[in-house]
């Protein structure tokens, strides 16, 4: 990831849902999901999210003071095509639900939700990150 103190950065929650795995194998695919991101240089940060944190999305569930099969990154908003990417290809039959918020180009803050289940999705989602990028 580049140091650019100018480049816009954008904070995302990213919940992975996957009905084939038990709590502790779904916690262990967030943190392999978590360090590839971080070692392929697409966030500059990801960490868990704890339980008592404003950033606890509605009816998680907690495990290990965690919230259960989820994660914030914080990334460049230049780097948010290949980190869904990046995600894409670790679908394999989860669910991946993207939040984050943007400012446009007047500072208005929008939100941003993005879900997929499917690699087949991931093109119509690239359009759509490419409209929210330009934006």
Known sequence: MTNN?????I????TIEDSQLNDEQLQNSVNLIR?????????????????D????????????????????????????????EG??????????TIEFEKKDLIGRIKKYKIEYRRLEDLPKIMAEIEKIMNS
């Open 5 to 9: 103190p100018s480049a816009q950065l």
């Open 35 to 51: 360090q590839e991101l971080i070692d392929a240089k697409l966030v500059k940060e990801a960490d868990l999210i704890p339980i």
């Open 11 to 14: 904070e995302a929650i990213i």
């Open 53 to 84: 944190s404003d950033l606890v999305p509605e009816n998680a569930k907690s495990l290990g003071g965690f919230v259960k099969g989820a994660f914030k990154a914080i990334a460049e908003i230049t780097k948010l095509k290949p980190l869904v």
């Open 87 to 96: 995600l894409g290809n670790n679908l394999f039959g989860k669910i991946m």
